[in-house]
């Protein structure tokens, strides 16, 4: 059965309070799913790429379960890429999640598995009405619909040209935390980052940093390494090889093959193959889809 449609305008008491206060705010909203979700706070919106790296898909997970679990309702636009990565993660953690579309919530863009989940689990959000079809116009306005329900928006991934600098520069405007997550300086997913972090936003590297931003985590002391203390991971491999512990290190911030990490380290092959396993084995590296490995 359909799920059914709630219309809300800005006169109705269900109506977000955080969209009250933002430029050209919308006229109404159309709901379907969970409307619940709607008054759950804090919200965090995850964008990016619609063509991320392994990295960037892993990231928009990891970031996306992390929240999820400590309550935060995660926000984005249902695009292909990091934004559907970050839909399903908060739901695989049992959180909640909202989709903002640019069409009618009737006939969600891009259909498909996403966007049946987020009716059966979560909620999808448009200020269009019922049967507006995904207009190239549409988004734009949707972007800042996305950053005006958050507190804060984390990109993952983005081209100079993305969409994503879009939500990132409405969200300035709008007075919310922008969290921008850095990438390989010679890789084209990560300059519209490098591009917000050179502008302003701040360089996000774990879910905590964007938990202490909005109160819900008590901030970490660093080691003089720079890492929180309490990170085990180093720890874990004090009685693995050398060439493990240097594989394990060459994986910060990296999804690698064994060829790239075994150039990388000056090393053999085969023999990162096996060190990769015994990584594997013991929960420090996870391989992906191709062969490429990043850290658990």
């Known amino acids: 059965m359909e799920r059914p449609k709630l219309h809300l305008t800005a006169a109705s008491a269900r109506w977000p309070a955080a969209l009250r206060g933002i430029e050209s705010p ?44 400590a309550g935060v309702v995660v926000v984005s636009g249902m695009a292909r890429g990091v934004d ?24 969600p863009w891009p259909a498909g598995p996403c966007a049946e989940r987020l009716l059966r689990e979560g909620l999808l959000l448009s200020e269009f009405e019922p049967g507006a079809p995904p207009l190239r116009r549409n988004f734009p306005l949707r972007n800042r619909v996305i950053s005006g329900l958050c507190a804060a928006v984390v990109v993952i ?42 502008e302003g936003a701040s360089l996000v590297q774990d879910p905590d940093d964007v938990l202490e ?22 720890a874990d491999l004090a009685s693995a090889s050398v060439l493990a512990r240097r594989a394990f290190e060459a994986l910060l911030g990296e999804t690698l093959s064994a060829d790239e990490l075994a150039e990388r380290l000056a090393a053999d092959v085969a023999e990162v193959l096996t060190e990769l396993v015994e ?18």
Do not use: N
Request: aromatic letters at 4%; charged letters at 25%; proline letters at 5%.
């Open 279 to 296: 990584l594997e084995l013991r929960g420090a590296v996870v391989r992906g889809a191709g062969g490429l490995y990043r850290r658990s």
């Open 26 to 69: 919308p006229e109404q909203l159309w709901l379907r799913g969970a409307a619940d979700i709607l008054a759950r706070e804090p919200k965090v919106a995850i964008v990016g790429a619609r063509a991320p790296t392994p990295y960037g898909e892993a990231q928009a997970r990891r970031f996306a379960s992390a929240l999820a679990c």
């Open 157 to 198: 991934e983005a081209a100079e040209a993305s969409g994503s600098l879009i939500t990132a520069r409405w969200a300035a405007d709008q007075g919310r935390a922008v969290f921008a997550l850095p990438g390989r300086v010679d890789h084209p997913m990560a300059r519209g980052c490098h591009r917000l972090i050179r």
């Open 213 to 234: 931003e909005l109160g819900l985590a008590a901030p970490r002391k660093r080691s003089d390494a720079g890492r929180a203390e309490g990170d085990g991971a180093s």
């Open 84 to 107: 559907q990565c970050a839909h399903d993660a908060a739901l695989d953690a049992g959180g909640a999640t909202i989709g903002v579309l640019g069409c009618g919530v009737d006939r």
